[in-house]
């Protein structure tokens, strides 16, 4: 049987660690999410997790740690 079809929260995490873990999103990822935000939801979709993944990376290189 066919795998049913993934929700957008499901499809907005599995691209968020998928971008995050490797320098390619699978192919299953994006085409999840294309389905799920479609045209300029996608971008902005992208935009946001690359604007997280880089103050992540930044956070980590400086060695600042969030409080509490």
Same mark, same amino acid.
């Given at each position: 049987?066919?795998?049913?079809p993934i929700?957008?929260g499901? $499809? !907005? /995490?599995?691209f968020?660690?998928?971008?995050?873990? @490797?320098?390619r999103?699978?192919?299953?990822?994006?085409?999840? $999410? !294309? /389905?799920?935000?479609?045209?300029e939801?996608?971008? @902005?979709?992208?935009?946001?997790?690359?604007?997280?993944?880089?103050?992540?990376?930044v956070?980590?290189?400086?060695?600042?740690?969030?409080?509490?």
């Amino acid at each position: 049987s066919a795998e049913p079809p993934i929700k957008a929260g499901q $499809a !907005a /995490v599995n691209f968020s660690r998928d971008s995050s873990d @490797q320098t390619r999103v699978a192919r299953w990822v994006w085409d999840a $999410a !294309a /389905v799920q935000f479609p045209g300029e939801e996608l971008t @902005q979709l992208v935009i946001t997790i690359a604007g997280i993944n880089t103050w992540n990376r930044v956070m980590i290189a400086s060695g600042i740690t969030p409080p509490g």
